[in-house]
């Protein structure tokens, strides 16, 4: 079974500082597709980053990039500048390609960008 | 323009009724889904239709029973509702085929049983 395990519950930083939540996952699948999805306050669900597993080119969006190291199972989101805005919950998802392709989510940490 | 839609958002109701949320996505999709975020805020997927084909059933109570009249809709029909349903109710959708695998989610329904 496909597990996916954040180890921080929690986290806060300063606005403008840079920080980095981990995620690790368990799968014996070679190809799936990990994301990061961010629930502000409003509890919308919101994509911030996708990885397909096939690239080793870690993915960016803007601020946001992620550090995928795939024989470590290892997918860390790293937000530069942080505003704000960020502040909300992240989790890190997996899906993978073959089978019944279930999306599985991490338990998410709750972010809280201090002023 | 709202892509995935639910109603209610808010749904409070007592133990033993029978309730429905109702879902909508009009970004043309063939795969929609139902996920349960409980009071940890751990999201689970419940069910999974693919041109209202179900492929994905969890482990859920048979007192859950989702139903896809057409491709653009996706309805969860709670019954003899019970304290433990108490819960955010996602809807999402995605296209098979494309290759991104996004989900987009609905706003959620918080459904309270009391």
């Known amino acids: 079974a496909q597990t996916v395990t954040q180890s921080q519950p929690e986290m806060s930083v300063q606005e403008a500082e840079t920080v980095t939540l981990s995620c690790t996952y368990d799968?014996?699948?070679?190809?799936?597709?990990l994301f990061w999805y961010k629930q502000p306050p409003s509890r919308q669900m919101i994509l911030v980053i996708r990885q397909e597993a096939y690239k080793q080119q870690n993915a960016t969006e803007n601020r946001f990039s992620v550090n995928f190291q795939k024989a470590a199972k290892s997918f860390s989101l790293k937000i530069s500048d942080s505003q704000l805005g960020d502040t909300a919950m992240y989790f890190c998802?997996?899906?993978?390609?073959?089978?019944?392709?279930?999306?599985?989510f991490g338990q998410g940490t709750r972010l809280t960008i201090n002023p | 323009d709202t892509a995935v839609s639910q109603t209610p958002k808010y749904l409070v109701t007592q133990m033993g009724n029978d309730k429905s949320i109702k879902c909508e996505q009009n970004?043309?999709?063939?795969?929609m889904y139902w996920y349960k975020q409980d009071s940890k805020k751990f999201l689970k997927i419940m069910f999974s239709?693919?041109?209202?084909?179900?492929?994905i059933n969890e482990t859920v109570p048979n007192r859950f029973s989702p139903k896809s009249p057409d491709k653009a809709h996706l309805n969860l029909h709670i019954n003899s509702l019970e304290l433990g349903d108490s819960a955010v109710y996602f809807c999402?959708?995605?296209?098979?085929?494309?290759?991104?695998?996004?989900?987009?989610f609905g706003p959620g329904t918080r459904l309270t049983v009391t």
């Open positions: 799968t014996s699948e070679n190809n799936y597709y």
């Open positions: 970004l043309g999709h063939d795969t």
């Open positions: 239709y693919n041109n209202k084909e179900l492929i």
């Open positions: 998802a997996f899906i993978p390609l073959g089978g019944a392709q279930k999306l599985v």
């Open positions: 999402a959708s995605s296209q098979s085929g494309l290759g991104d695998y996004e989900q987009y």
